[in-house]
């Protein structure tokens, strides 16, 4: 009998409790099966991916996997996929998406078994891009005037701008809005403001928004407006040697320029020196000459020639005056004229 028990069981005729069934022993749970299927409802910022997942007898999760280029980088929601042996239609709802973008996606599935992905594919939300905001820098500051400018990329749709403004980076203020029609172009856009008060330091930032998107903005940045009446700094100098008999002339001259005291050199010591040397109306020598963060200056001339004073030498007087400029923030201010004599 005992021979005849063995037999059957080696058969696969024997029902027990232990696992063995009519067809053998029974079968370990598997990795899941899965298999990515579409991508439905698309609109302008979500979407929802669907696909199927075969759980293989043990209990089995599943999330979406998505992203901008082929290697994605974004995952969706884990859900379960229970524990059975039938494929089931599994879908995750996405949101956040860039419209007019093309995303790619997969399933991944994992249990106790293993892990299994599906097939990438891809979709493309509908509308536009998003369009693209820079900040440009403020030009033709004044005491209570500026001119922001910026750039911005429509992204092929009707696009709205306006410039926000005040006196700290929460802004508070902003421009009129106005338009651009669609272009894939940069396109320049400035904006005036008027009636600000002198002596301000102001943030502003470029603002660019078209259809249901997230508006586009560019950097914060800032513009200090001018104080008034503007500070009239002094520009003292002095030129060596101020006699000189024969030639070529050779001429130093050094100076400073006398900071207001309310004003900060970082303001202040900025611009150009021009050192120009005169004989009557006629310029016969300059140089224009950096100012140094200490506000000094230095430079020097070498002239080969006087109008007027032939090879028997000729008594001549040179004017020389130092004016500087090239900081808007300061009014321009001149040294007193210094005299040369040559001969």
């Given amino acids: 009998m005992r021979k005849r028990m063995l037999l059957l069981v080696a058969a696969g005729s024997l029902s027990t409790a232990s696992g063995l069934t009519a067809t053998g022993l029974a079968l370990a749970a598997a990795s899941p099966t899965v298999i990515t299927t579409g991508a439905g409802a ?11 997942v075969i759980p293989n007898g043990a209990p089995t999760t599943y999330a979406f996997q998505y992203g901008t280029v082929a290697t994605l980088g974004a995952q969706g929601p884990t859900a379960s996929a229970g524990a059975g042996g039938k494929a089931i239609a599994v879908k995750s709802a996405i949101g956040g998406l860039t419209p007019g973008t093309t995303y790619y996606y997969r399933i991944e599935a994992t249990n106790a078994a293993g892990t299994a992905t599906g097939a990438i594919k891809t979709f493309r939300t509908t509308g536009s891009l ?53 272009g894939a172009a940069p396109v320049n856009v400035t904006a005036q403001l008027l009636a600000l008060e002198p002596g301000i330091t102001f943030h502003y930032q470029l603002v660019a928004t078209h259809g249901t998107v997230a508006a586009a903005t560019g950097q914060d940045a800032t513009f200090e407006t001018f104080p008034f009446p503007r500070p009239k700094p002094k520009v003292a100098a002095s030129t060596s040697p101020r006699h000189r008999r024969s030639g070529p002339f050779v001429f130093r001259t050094l100076g400073h320029v006398v900071n207001p005291s309310t004003n900060p050199p970082s303001v202040v010591c900025t611009g150009v020196a021009l050192i120009r040397f005169t004989e009557g109306r006629t310029t016969v020598a300059h140089a224009t000459v950096p100012l140094t963060p200490t506000c000094t200056f230095s430079g020097g001339v070498r002239i080969r020639h006087v109008p007027g004073r032939g090879p028997a030498g000729r008594t001549v007087q040179l004017r020389v005056v130092v004016r500087f400029s090239g900081n808007p923030w300061l009014a321009p201010a001149s040294s007193p004229t210094q005299l040369i004599t040559l001969g």
């Avoid at 698309?42 to 199927?52: F, K, M, N, Q, R």
């Fill in 130 to 182: 998003p369009p693209q905001a820079t900040t440009g820098p403020a030009q033709g500051i004044n005491t209570n005037s500026a001119t922001l400018t910026g750039s911005i990329v429509p992204e092929s749709a009707p696009t709205t701008y306006y410039f926000r403004y005040g006196p700290s980076a929460a802004y508070g203020f902003q421009t009129t809005p106005a338009e651009l029609p669609p």
């Fill in 42 to 52: 698309v609109a302008d910022t979500s979407v929802v991916l669907t696909g199927t």
